[in-house]
């Protein structure tokens, strides 16, 4: 509520700056006692100022000037009650006086603050009727009836949701705020507030539905005596950017710093340096799922509002691009904080106070297609409300949301964590995602590898993700749109590549691949799941592409290395036909690769038609599974 009083002071001050001038009905003696009670004013003596424009009303009950400034005093010492009462009493002294609007809008936030949006709206429209139309005030009026015109519609109209606390071994601290969570939505990060006001970022698991395990520092590297906080996190959990203020290494008052996971160790933090930090304020940061994209708020020059959202990108030298500001269709000439960019890369997330909306920071929604944020909606009542909003998180699946609560007005005194299930007219405006988990390790061995993962859409033939899997436990974890066919290519030097490929129905949350990989010896074999031919023909179909160039980066790499292909079928048709055909399959891909620089003598192309079955041919699946392209080392 103070903020509201020492704003709206700002602009009885402006607006009421000549005001004593036109008080031409204050008596003589009551104009004594006013000048003096201004002098005090003007030296912020506000005991002594108030008793002597109170004097003035006992002299002149009926001075308008006097009303104003007791109410500007009032304002200064968070008295709301005596606020309302001395502004009601000026705006009905002189209801169409200019000076009365800073009055009338102090009235509407008032009434805005407990709900009262139709009477709210009444008084903000006359302070915009007031106010010089294209002034800063009189769009700030402006804005002020839409917001109370929207409030009272999301009001009428709200979405079903129930908060629900993350319960008190989450809530362990007087303040915690800004969750984030892995793809698996079972790792939670967030921020806490010690007792000594040290703000540290603390992690905790998921035991089992609602149940969680208790919250730990993240990592001793990361935390320190200063403050460390509203971080963000990949979808696997392995990479980590948070806000860091006044450090020795620091480029302005709050900088950005990643650190990556290996195991269970974080890495030493690292300033993302100049091309992403300004000398002024950067902060709130949201990584896309893959960790290539980190969106920011910070107060940089050359944004079109105060605080703005900003965009920076991984490029191929594994550098951040400069930063670039969303633009105007998100951005207004007040603040933006705390975008959140969901799983799905497609989907943002974030608080404004410059766009219509419940009071304070709303949180708002904006969709990407191709290159272009629509224009943004503000996701409705009981989400927002006249409190600021900031810090909503929604879970890879678009089904649980996570956000602070500031329940300080409701005499709380604390910052809590909650959660809610996302009501389905949010969901159906966020496609979900789902994910891709499992380990990579030596077949032969079991030993855990660190290898490079490739992820490419079959439909598009584009790649959609590039990742590691972690060196220490070999895991790794990768986001998918939901319907998509993908081919999942996993290399590691000394060890054959290995292809996969799956499908992803909106019934699955993840699929669970375990990839042994197996080192480059004579006579291993693999197969290449990812090369397609129409039934009873050997042309290669289009998809299969990126699996022969992967195939042929192989031996391109590795020179000395001679393979056989061979082609394999079920056991429909007649054993000369999938003879000819397993051979004519194994040639098509034999040529690709000539063609692709590789020399004809290191490869052999062979069929086998149905001779080496790896499966009964007793049913479709098991059939699939005999058609087949396998790759051996000679």
């Not at 005093?73 to 002189?94: C, G, N, S, W």
């Not at 989907?347 to 766009?355: A, Q, R, V």
Request: hydrophobic letters at 35%; aromatic letters at 10%; proline letters at 4%.
């Amino acid at each position: 509520m103070h903020r509201v009083l020492l704003f709206c002071f700002a602009l009885a001050t402006i607006t009421l700056q000549n005001a004593s001038a036109q008080d031409v009905t204050l008596s003589r003696k009551a104009r004594e006692v006013y000048d003096k009670a201004q002098k005090a004013w003007q030296e912020r003596k506000l005991p002594e100022a108030t008793e002597l424009f109170e004097k003035v009303l006992e002299i002149e009950p009926n001075s308008y000037d006097t009303h104003l400034r007791l109410a500007q005093v009032y304002e200064l010492q968070r008295k709301p009650d005596l606020v309302r009462k001395h502004y009601f009493k000026a705006t009905y002294l002189r209801p169409d006086a200019p000076q009365s609007a800073a009055a009338f809008q102090w009235i509407g936030r008032d009434h805005f603050n407990v709900q009262r949006y139709d009477s709210a709206q009444f008084y903000f429209e006359k302070a915009f009727a007031l106010f010089p139309a294209r002034s800063s005030l009189g769009k700030l009026a402006e804005k002020s009836v839409a917001s109370a015109r929207f409030a009272q519609q999301a009001v009428k109209n709200p979405l079903s949701i129930e908060k629900k606390s993350m319960g008190d071994t989450v809530n362990f601290l007087g303040t915690q705020y800004f969750p984030v969570m892995t793809a698996d939505d079972e790792t939670l990060i967030f921020t806490g507030l010690t007792s000594n006001r040290d703000e540290n970022i603390y992690f905790t698991r998921r035991i089992k539905g609602d149940r969680w395990d208790i919250p730990e520092e993240i990592s001793k590297t990361i935390n320190t005596t200063n403050n460390e906080g509203t971080c963000t996190v990949s979808a696997d959990g392995r990479t980590l950017v948070f806000t860091a203020c006044n450090r020795p290494d620091g480029l302005g008052s709050c900088d950005l710093y990643i650190s990556h996971k290996e195991g269970k160790d974080w890495s030493q933090p690292v300033n993302l340096g100049h091309e992403v930090n300004s000398r002024e304020w950067e902060s709130q940061p949201s990584l896309s799922a893959d960790g290539h994209t980190l969106y920011f708020a910070s107060d940089r020059k050359g944004g079109v509002g105060k605080r703005d959202i900003w965009v920076t990108r991984l490029d191929e030298k594994k550098q951040w691009t400069a930063p670039k500001n969303l633009g105007p269709s998100l951005n207004t000439p007040d603040d933006e904080n705390a975008p959140f960019i969901h799983a799905n890369g497609r989907t943002l997330f974030y608080s404004s106070n410059g766009l219509p909306g419940m009071g304070g920071f709303d949180i708002f929604i904006s969709q990407k297609t191709d290159t272009v944020w629509a224009a943004p909606v503000n996701i409705g009542y009981p989400i927002n409300t006249v409190s600021d909003q900031v810090g909503l998180f929604i879970a890879s699946n678009g089904e649980n949301a996570y956000y602070t609560d500031d329940n300080t007005e409701k005499g709380g005194g604390r910052s809590l964590l909650y959660t809610f299930r996302v009501p389905e007219s949010l969901q159906k405006l966020i496609t979900p995602t789902r994910y891709a988990k499992g380990k990579v390790f030596d077949k032969k061995t079991g030993t855990v590898l660190a290898s490079d993962i490739d992820l490419f859409d079959l439909k598009t033939q584009t790649k959609v993700g590039s990742f590691t899997s972690d060196s220490q436990n070999g895991s790794f974890l990768a986001v998918l749109n939901s319907g998509g066919e993908y081919a999942f290519y996993v290399s590691k030097a000394g060890y054959l590549f290995k292809s996969l490929s799956f499908s992803v129905d909106k019934n699955q949350s993840f699929v669970d691949l375990e990839i042994p990989l197996e080192a480059i010896e004579k006579d291993r074999a693999e197969v290449l799941n990812n090369i397609f031919f129409k039934t009873g023909e050997y042309i290669l179909d289009d998809k299969s592409k990126v699996e022969l160039d992967k195939l042929s980066d192989f031996l391109h790499k590795n020179k000395t290395i001679k393979i056989e292909i061979s082609g394999h079928t079920d056991d429909v048709g007649s054993d000369t036909e999938n003879m000819a055909l397993s051979q004519r399959r194994a040639q098509s891909v034999q040529y690709y690769l000539q063609q692709s620089g590789i020399a004809a003598d290191r490869i052999l192309a062979k069929g086998y038609g149905e001779t080496k079955p790896v499966a009964p041919n007793d049913s479709d699946e098991n059939r699939q599974k005999n058609r087949r392209i396998e790759w051996r080392v000679l």
